[in-house]
Nanobody, 125 residues
Framework: QLQASGGGLVQAGGSLRLSCAAS????????LGWFRQAPGKERDVVAA????????YYADSVTGRFTISRDNAKKMVYLQMNSLKPEDTAVYYC????????????????????WGQGTLVTVSS
């Protein structure tokens, strides 16, 4: 199971840090991703990270502003969001998938099996 938190209302240019806690069977390696869905739009990938944390992916729209990280000991994944823009407004979801090695990650939602419930981020102009 995945539980996302940390969303809220922030002014443009501000920062937020999203967290996602994993529970249940976590004794195997798994990749993690953050996705977002804006009103009236499809869900898109924001960032992804491998089990080791050594391999990451960012959507072009967030590169240089967002940072994904994880703490396997705490079973947590984070998304640090800086320089937020109104177009970042969306429901953010964390997702997980078991992987065969420590460096694999996935940048497509169809690859992920486990999903959190979503947390709303609203950026005002």
């Amino acid at each position: 199971q995945l539980q996302a938190s940390g969303g809220g209302l922030v002014q443009a240019g501000g920062s937020l840090r999203l967290s996602c806690a994993a529970s249940g069977r976590t004794d195997r390696s798994y990749a993690l991703g953050w996705f977002r869905q804006a009103p009236g739009k499809e869900r898109d990938v924001v960032a992804a990270i491998s089990w080791s944390g050594g391999s990451t992916y960012y959507a072009d729209s967030v590169t240089g502003r967002f940072t994904i990280s994880r703490d396997n000991a705490k079973k947590m994944v984070y998304l640090q969001m800086n320089s937020l823009k109104p177009e970042d407004t969306a429901v953010y979801y964390c997702a997980a998938r078991l992987v065969p090695d420590f460096e694999t990650y996935y940048d497509s939602e169809v690859e992920y099996r486990y999903w959190g419930q979503g947390t709303l981020v609203t950026v005002s102009s």
